[in-house]
């Protein structure tokens, strides 16, 4: 069974760092390129990142870009994010998701994760 | 700075037809976006709807049906049914590893 499933969230104080996990199983994780996509409270979905399948290719969101850094460990089947410098709008559910096609882009997410909570508060 | 635009809000009757679209503050929306659709219940995980303008994700019902209308991408679902209540998001892939989401349709069924 295909799946993600996110893990590290929690609360931080403004400035502060937290690196969110997403371990895959069900599928090669090395294959697949990976994003992180987030939603704050009561709002809409928000890109956030991409990486593709052996980490040479990375993009950020201009709202996170120089704070967070997206990363993968393909011989454990886990993604990362690390959020540093937190701000009280990073607040939101971080989800994990998969492009479908092997080792190049479908430019579409068909695998989700159930999310983690950040909540950037003091 | 690019923004996708959706309708805010919906509603739609039982066994109705309802189409949502997906534009762009700039320009016109084309198959070169390969626009998706998700579909997300509160409290839930998005589900994949369309991918690449018109291609239903497994599992999807055939009533979920997307295309290129004028100069935006479009959901349409044929009879809705109560459990289609729900927010519907857009997204467009805008190059060089960017994608932007719209912010989203609450659709009602009432």
């Known amino acids: 069974q295909v799946q993600l499933v996110e893990s590290g969230g929690g609360l931080v104080k403004p400035g502060g760092s937290l690196r969110l996990s997403c371990v895959a199983s069900g599928f090669t994780f090395s294959d697949y390129y990976m994003s992180w996509i987030r939603q704050a409270p009561g709002k809409g979905l928000e890109w956030v990142s991409y990486i593709s399948s052996s980490a040479s290719n990375i993009y950020y969101a201009d709202s996170v870009k120089g704070r967070f850094t997206i990363s993968r460990d393909n011989a454990k089947n886990l993604l990362y994010l690390q959020m540093e410098s937190l701000r009280a709008d990073d607040t939101a559910v971080y989800y994990c998701?998969?492009?479908?096609?092997?080792?190049?882009?479908?430019?579409?997410?068909?695998?989700w994760g159930k999310g983690t909570t950040v909540t950037v508060s003091s | 700075q690019t923004v996708v635009t959706q309708e805010p809000s919906f509603s739609v009757s039982p066994g109705g037809t309802v189409t949502l679209t997906c534009g762009l503050s700039?320009?016109?929306?084309?198959?070169?976006?390969?626009p998706s659709w998700y579909q997300q219940t509160p409290a839930q995980a998005p589900r994949t709807l369309i991918y690449?303008?018109?291609s239903r994700s497994s599992g999807v019902p055939d009533r979920f049906s997307g295309s290129i209308l004028g100069n935006k991408a479009a959901l349409t679902i044929t009879g809705a049914q109560a459990d289609d209540e729900s927010d519907y998001y857009c997204?467009?892939?805008?190059?060089?590893?960017?994608?932007?989401f719209g912010g989203g349709t609450k659709l009602t069924v009432l």
């Open positions: 690449s303008t018109n």
């Open positions: 700039s320009g016109s929306v084309s198959t070169s976006y390969y």
């Open positions: 998701a998969r492009d479908p096609c092997r080792s190049t882009s479908c430019y579409y997410m068909d695998v």
């Open positions: 997204v467009l892939y805008m190059g060089s590893g960017i994608w932007v």
